[in-house]
């Protein structure tokens, strides 16, 4: 049931980025929420914050004219009755079909009304990739 859910919420999450659906990703959040790379910490509070975070997000992908988006490897382990973490190795593809951006990305997914939001999402290089408990896949085409 769990892997269903966690599938369920990152199989969105990946559609949406490959559509470019603001209002679809920004569902996938709960707010408030933390974004952070190696180089930025982002806090975010509403709904506008969450729009204009993740707009920058897709402004650069499509600036990088990103062709696909592919979770390499997923997985992820339950805390608590509200609390998963969730480790995805992501890789970006460019026009020429050239990865331009691989990263593994840890999230904190928390139990909102038996619905799953990212509280908490951190970018790290691939090197520091985890393989948590339960592994799952995520696959969408565009």
Known sequence: MNTNKITNLFTRYLQYFKTYNLAGIASCYHLPC??????????VVNEQECHAALGEIFTQLKEAE????VARKASYQQIDETVFLVSIDWDFFDGNQQ??????ALYHVLVVADELKIMNVISHELSNSLSLEHSFSISVTA
């Open 99 to 104: 990865i331009f951006a691989d990263f593994t």
């Open 34 to 43: 933390t974004l952070n790379t190696p180089d930025k910490l982002t806090l």
């Open 66 to 69: 990103t062709s696909n988006i």
